[in-house]
């Protein structure tokens, strides 16, 4: 049984730039967050996407948006990249129950480099 | 904002008991407490989770106060392989979902 798959493992773009980073849910999970963990600090919450729509988000600008597919997988995209979006992106996924998120399981992460 | 205080790090000796506290004073009435590690920037690891009872799996227990202002983590024989960042979360609940909320995490470190 297949985790949560991320891609590409590792990237690195331009300032200016734009991105987009992928994710694969476990099996079972309808539900998707992304997190953004920095070097040395805990991951931070960006947002969260159910039913292929935004639930939650976290307090990061409107450059960090997402997408979520009708097979549960996710898009994060970031435009107009700063030097400071460097960091690990970490993937969740969960099964939604009621209004609450069970069996959260993170991916690898994919660790974005911004020159 | 992270609702959850740890120390920064902690030592133990191979084979004895780690016990890992944590702080989360202004814990809501129906927010769990989870427990994950990272260990080498890799995801994090699901340990233990809990609302105001004790828990205990193949991995661990988790003390939680009466008060549920505080819990503590036991990894009842460390080994070398438990040197990680632990961390203590709050599970928050929001309109439409609930999202793990990471404090800053305790450095284990294991040594024989």
């Known amino acids: 049984d297949a985790g949560v798959t991320q891609s590409p493992t590792h990237l690195i773009k331009t300032r200016g730039q734009q991105v987009t980073l992928r994710c694969s849910p476990k099996?079972?999970?309808?539900?998707v967050s992304w997190y953004q963990q920095a070097l040395g600090q805990g991951p931070q919450f960006i947002f969260q996407?159910?039913?292929?729509?935004?639930?939650q988000r976290g307090n990061f600008p409107d450059r960090f948006s997402g997408h979520q597919f009708p097979n549960y997988s996710s898009e994060l995209n970031v435009n107009a990249l700063l030097l400071g979006d460097s960091a690990l992106y970490l993937c969740?996924?969960?099964?939604?129950?009621?209004?609450?998120?069970?069996?959260?399981?993170f991916g690898s992460g994919t660790r974005l480099t911004v020159v | 904002d992270a609702k959850t205080t740890q120390p920064p790090s902690m030592d133990c000796a191979e084979g004895r008991a780690a016990n890992l506290p944590c702080n989360h004073s202004?814990?809501?009435?129906?927010?769990?407490v989870y427990w994950y590690r990272q260990i080498h920037s890799q995801g994090p690891q699901y340990i233990i989770h809990?609302?105001?009872n004790n828990e205990t799996n193949e991995m661990a227990s988790l003390i939680i106060t009466e008060d549920r202002k505080s819990s503590t983590l036991i990894l009842p024989h460390a080994t070398l392989r438990d040197t990680a960042v632990y961390y203590c979360?709050?599970?928050?609940?929001?309109?439409?979902?609930?999202?793990?909320?990471f404090g800053k995490g305790t450095t284990l470190s294991v040594s024989s």
């Open positions: 809990g609302l105001k």
């Open positions: 979360i709050v599970r928050v609940g929001y309109q439409a979902g609930t999202a793990l909320i």
């Open positions: 996407y159910y039913e292929e729509e935004e639930r």
């Open positions: 099996s079972g999970h309808d539900t």
């Open positions: 969740a996924s969960s099964f939604m129950k009621g209004a609450e998120s069970y069996g959260y399981t």
């Open positions: 202004t814990i809501s009435g129906n927010e769990y």
